[in-house]
């Protein structure tokens, strides 16, 4: 499966046919390359397969075509901004009527206790605050926690991701083999780090307590930020008693516990949090809760929040650093209600994750048939496969990736149909995909690895 020979000419060929498939996106993608850095307006879009950006048309559901007419099963789902699905009716209905009444006044609509509820519902966290995107909830609470702490510094897991938050961009020093010296150090690719990461941000193994414990031990970190799996380098699941430990440790060291739950709310829907019976002092959501809207929420025990109430309400919180303009904007409020009035429901996940788990058995069973050392991983309505057997944390998870192979069977699948999660082998499944789709991707996934193991 090494035969990098191979992955080069199945590749090659793949480029043909995605050039062949997509001479609009082709122009488009010439005249965009005039006005937009790297031709994109958001630089991950270079991340896709294929030579050049494909351009979207429209998106419905579990379906997305291109502006050349192709369409797809769309398994990406917007990275999860879209776990619902894309363009539900209800959503644009209520878009669409907030709109033409006013969208953003810096005053509260009705709506924003609705919302509030709801999550308080949810997740069990008693009180709640908008943010406009999940990086955005994740820097505040950062803020909230060494406000409250008086303790500088943050930890995280070793290869997380919360989005563009400085402090998080942070891993243990690779070249020393799975960090194994501790030495905190810029993640690779991270752009002009505003300080040395190692001022900021403590990192530990994922599954790892005593490396936690030691660390925490110090006494100058403020909170621990982590998804309750890692969703970011593969998935990489708790081991059994790893989250109580989890609590217990932050505990006894006074650091807040924030769950980052972006991700892992294809647990369920009140994400991991609620699925796995866990009890952080905070709760980060955002992504697909306003389908598709950018918004995020973040929410707070009641101690912290009885103990927030004083310096939240002073003169100076305008310019605290929490919050922003448009935070909490009327839009988003009603993107949020309709959204979660309808979607992310037991109901829904109940028909999203035996997809889930019909891809991830689809999966296995052409790793089983070729004899294959790789795993396929799930979590909820999320399932992702990897080139190596279950890491452990996210040094071994990061270790195993193959950018070559990923690449080859991204473009192979989105040249057969099928759109997979750039940077990611992950597949996520709303209630409006179906049986046929999951069979499709069984389909054209074997018939790549078929294609990667013949003659060899
Ligand atoms: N938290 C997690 C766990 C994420 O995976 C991401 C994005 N992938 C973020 C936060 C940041 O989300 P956004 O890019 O929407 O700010």
Same mark, same amino acid.
């Not at 190596?388 to 452990?392: A, G």
């Given at each position: 499966m090494t035969d990098r020979t191979r992955i080069a000419s199945l590749r090659a060929q793949e480029e043909e046919l995605f050039a062949e498939l997509h001479p609009r996106s082709a122009e488009l993608a010439e005249q965009a390359r005039g006005p937009l850095l790297a031709g994109v307006?958001?630089?991950?879009?270079?991340?896709?397969?294929?030579?050049f950006p494909l351009f979207f048309e429209s998106a419905s559901g579990a379906r997305l075509t291109d502006v050349d007419g192709v369409e797809y099963v769309d398994l990406c789902l917007g990275d999860t901004g879209a776990m619902t699905g894309h363009a539900l009716p209800q959503v644009t209905e209520a878009l669409t009527a907030r709109a033409s009444r006013g969208i953003t006044t810096m005053l509260p609509s009705a709506d924003a206790i609705w919302v509030g509820e709801e999550l308080a519902r949810r997740f069990g966290l008693p009180s709640w605050q908008l943010a406009m995107s999940a990086t955005d909830a994740n820097r505040f609470v950062l803020r909230f926690a060494r406000h409250l702490t008086g303790r500088p510094r943050i930890a995280v897991m070793d290869w997380?991701?919360? $989005?563009? &938050?400085d402090e998080t961009l942070a891993v243990l020093d690779p070249s020393t083999g799975s960090g194994q010296a501790g030495r905190v150090v810029p993640?690779?690719?991270?752009?002009?780090?505003?300080?040395?990461?190692a001022e900021t941000t403590a990192v530990v193994p994922f599954n790892d307590l005593d490396a936690l414990d030691r660390r925490l031990a110090? $006494?100058? &970190?403020a909170c621990l930020l982590m998804e309750p799996a890692l969703t970011n380098i593969g998935i990489v699941l708790p081991e059994p008693g790893y989250l109580e430990g989890v609590r217990e440790v932050t505990r006894r060291h006074g650091v807040l516990l924030v769950n980052d739950e972006t991700h892992t709310l294809c647990a369920g829907p009140g994400g991991a949090t609620v699925a796995w019976g866990l009890d952080p002092d905070m709760v980060v959501v955002g992504k697909p809760i306003g389908g598709g809207i950018p918004c995020a929420a973040y929410g707070l025990s009641a101690e912290l929040a009885e103990r927030l109430s004083g310096p939240m309400l002073g003169h100076e919180i305008d310019v605290a650093g929490v919050g922003g303009t448009l935070t909490g904007n009327a839009l988003a409020l009603a993107a949020i209600r309709a959204t979660l009035s309808t979607c992310l429901r037991e109901e829904d996940f109940a028909v999203a994750v035996p997809l889930a788990e019909g891809f991830a058995a689809g999966v296995a069973g052409v790793i089983a048939d070729h004899g294959l050392p790789w795993h396929v991983q799930r979590l909820g309505c999320r399932a992702e496969y990897w080139f190596?057997?279950?890491?452990?944390d996210g040094a071994a998870a990061a270790a195993a990736v193959d950018e070559e192979l990923e690449g080859l069977l991204h473009l192979w699948c989105l040249n057969r149909g099928v759109l997979l999660t750039p940077f990611h082998n992950m597949a996520l499944f709303s209630p409006h995909h179906t049986v046929a789709d999951v069979d499709r991707h069984t389909e054209v996934f074997g018939q790549a690895v078929a294609a990667l193991t013949s003659g060899t």
């Open positions: 307006p958001m630089p991950w879009m270079t991340r896709w397969p294929g030579r997380c991701y919360h $989005g563009t &938050v993640r690779p690719g991270a752009l002009g780090p505003q300080v040395d990461v110090v $006494g100058d &970190v190596c057997p279950p890491p452990r």
